[in-house]
């Protein structure tokens, strides 16, 4: 696989960069909540105009399907971007169509420009090869390169992921070099002990990893909505709780194989609805009332979880411990990341939701040893699965 370093010593001067990033940041209207995935393409954008490249960037942000859609253009994501960049983004209001033309035609050298959403166009995710290929060519056309610094959509075997890297000569990203190094290492022979605490709202996303995962960990610590059902597998009474009725005997298994090695919750935030100002009150899970929903794990559990952690050489946590969004029931994940931030250790958090929480719970970022971008495709990463995006880099002619 070909890198950016290899491209930089190459010379890039006054060449056009294709550049992939996963700009699909959580907005709140036009507001962007989030910006880390921003923040963790700059390292490939800067050293790109340092070294005089002409830069157009290209990212999906939700999921239209296929059209224009206002709700989902990265308009605000490029007002952001040149902010944090501290310098100008030129922003085409579409993808491939006269606008994206006239931008990148207008680049000067270490100048950067943002096209509009990749998936206002049916060829982005379509499942036909040749609709896929005939957008990709149109993307390729923007480049005389292609970089792919998009690590959360690796996993996606889209045009701009997957089949771009065909038609250009093709290159690894600082952010895909770096979330790859860390990952092979969590995959390898991670220093042990190794503990894995893993959250979020169901077993069924979780089940590749954890079947991946269970022969490697000394610990597997599970909380959030998904922990529910391991507890009924146990025999307990979860009330309203998040529940999969049919993972119960896979979780029976997972136990029965996990023996010690699986740590659950021992008490949870139980209310009377999902919702901030609902009633509420901590709970031991033999005594969760039949009318009432787990939405947080509770303090006792957290200084099990805590003390789980202790003595880790090597932590992976994907999946908030609870309903962090609502105040109430965020200090089981404020509890746990703060476990993390004091394992003198590797410590790696999964992208997605944990990734959000730990900068939305104000956490410092720094404590950590790598916070991912990819949520998806660090999983299906973690689970030994063919990564769409990373194969292409790799087979490039
Ligand atoms: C993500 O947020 O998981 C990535 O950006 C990929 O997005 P997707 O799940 O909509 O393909
Ligand atoms: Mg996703």
Redesign the pocket.
């Given at each position: 696989m070909k890198t950016l370093d290899d491209l930089l010593s190459a010379g890039v001067k006054g060449r056009r960069v294709l550049l992939r990033a996963?700009l699909?940041v959580p907005l709140d209207g036009s507001t962007i909540t989030d910006d880390g995935r921003i923040r963790a393409v700059l390292p490939t954008v800067i050293a790109l105009r340092e070294a005089g490249a002409r830069i157009t960037v290209v990212s999906?942000l939700g999921?239209p399907k296929g059209a224009p859609d206002p709700k989902y253009t990265l308009e605000p994501v490029a007002v952001r971007f040149a902010a944090l960049l501290g310098a100008p983004v030129a922003f085409a209001a579409d993808t491939v169509g006269p606008a994206a033309q006239s931008t990148v035609d207008a680049l000067g050298d270490g100048d950067v420009a943002l096209l509009e959403n990749l998936r206002f166009n049916v060829g982005e995710t379509s499942k036909d090869t040749d609709t896929r290929q005939a957008f990709a060519a149109q993307l390729a056309a923007f480049g005389d390169v292609y970089v792919d610094d998009a690590f959360?959509?690796v996993h996606?075997k889209h045009a701009s992921v997957f089949d771009v890297a065909a038609l250009l000569p093709a290159y690894a990203g600082k952010l895909v070099v770096r979330e790859l190094d860390v990952l092979s290492a969590l995959t390898g022979t991670p220093t042990s002990p190794y503990v894995v605490v893993l959250g979020g709202s169901k077993v069924s996303d979780k089940l590749a990893v954890i079947n991946a995962l269970l022969p490697k960990v000394d610990r597997l610590v599970i909380g959030g909505g998904m922990c529910f059902t391991f507890l009924k597998a146990q025999g307990l009474e979860v009330g309203k709780s998040l529940l999969e009725a049919e993972m119960i005997d896979t979780c029976a298994d997972l136990l029965a194989r996990g023996g010690d090695k699986i740590v659950l919750p021992t008490d949870v935030v139980a209310a009377s609805a999902f919702a901030a100002d609902a009633d509420h009150d901590v709970v031991g899970v033999d005594a969760i009332p039949a009318d009432r929903l787990g939405l947080d794990i509770g303090p006792a559990t957290v200084n099990t979880f805590a003390a789980a952690l202790a003595g880790a050489k090597t932590v992976f946590w994907n999946g908030p411990m609870g309903v962090f969004e609502l105040a109430p029931f965020a200090a089981g994940t404020l509890g746990v990341a703060e476990a993390i931030t004091k394992v003198d250790g590797f410590t790696v958090v999964g992208g997605?939701d944990s990734a959000a929480a730990v900068r939305a719970l104000g956490l410092d970022e720094s404590a950590f040893g790598h916070i991912s971008t990819g949520?998806?495709a660090s999983l299906e990463y973690l689970e030994g699965k063919e990564l769409p995006g990373i194969s292409a880099l790799s087979s490039e002619a």
């Open positions: 996963d699909n999906h999921r959360g959509a996606r997605g949520g998806g």
